[in-house]
């Protein structure tokens, strides 16, 4: 028998994928904001965001994004992003190290890479990316929202698929996971469901 104790933990980040969100500035550059707060029902993707954020703000005027989804090796950059914010002056509500940063890009070391449906430009050195268009945005207390996209395009790099499918290879495929605000790698496979479309 377990022994259960009932807690009040800040987070409730019990291990998700990190995202970086691309999100179109006024200007038309580029923004860049990882994420660990999305999943997917079919086509459909719900994001977490802030409410008062750079990402939430540019979603609200222009409703398209990529979500760009990183390797297990590459929190770094991830680490570095999340001290950064686009809005200019640096809001009130951001932590005290939070400074403001023009070009995302150039502070993770990373390159823009043209999206094929939406405006906003894909991470060249992130393996996955969705680019999709937000169908709502729904504002939530505690300064948060949630963000409705419809996958538009998914690119994949190539060695992460399985040749001459649509399939991604799950044992090739190796996410960033955030877990109450550490970075971790998958384990080893422990089964494959029924629904599998990938056996080996």
């Not at 996958?151 to 698929?161: I, N, R, Y």
């Not at 109450?180 to 056996?199: M, N, S, V």
Request: charged content about 15%; overall charge positive.
């Amino acid at each position: 028998m377990r022994a259960h104790r009932t807690i009040t933990p800040s987070v409730l980040y019990f291990g998700t994928p990190v995202a970086v969100v691309s999100s179109s500035n006024a200007d038309g550059s580029t923004n860049l904001a990882p994420i660990s707060s999305f999943w997917a029902l079919g086509n459909l993707l719900v994001i977490g965001l802030g409410a008062t954020g750079h990402t939430a703000a540019n979603l609200r005027q222009r409703p398209q994004l990529v979500l760009n989804l990183p390797e297990e090796h590459q929190w770094e950059p991830i680490e570095r992003l999340g001290r950064l914010t686009g809005a200019h002056p640096v809001p009130a509500d951001k932590p005290a190290d939070t400074r403001h940063a023009a070009d995302k890009f150039a502070a993770a070391g990373w390159s823009p890479l043209a999206a094929t449906t939406v405006a906003p430009a894909r991470v060249a050195e992130l393996a996955v990316h969705l680019e999709a268009r937000v169908t709502a945005l729904h504002e939530e207390t505690g300064g948060l929202a949630v963000a409705h996209a419809r996958c538009s395009a998914v690119h994949v790099d190539a060695p992460l698929t399985v040749a001459g499918t649509s399939h991604v290879d799950p044992l090739a495929w190796r996410p960033l996971i955030y877990s109450f605000r550490h970075y971790f790698a998958l384990g080893r496979r422990r089964g494959i469901a029924g629904r599998a479309e990938t056996q080996h």
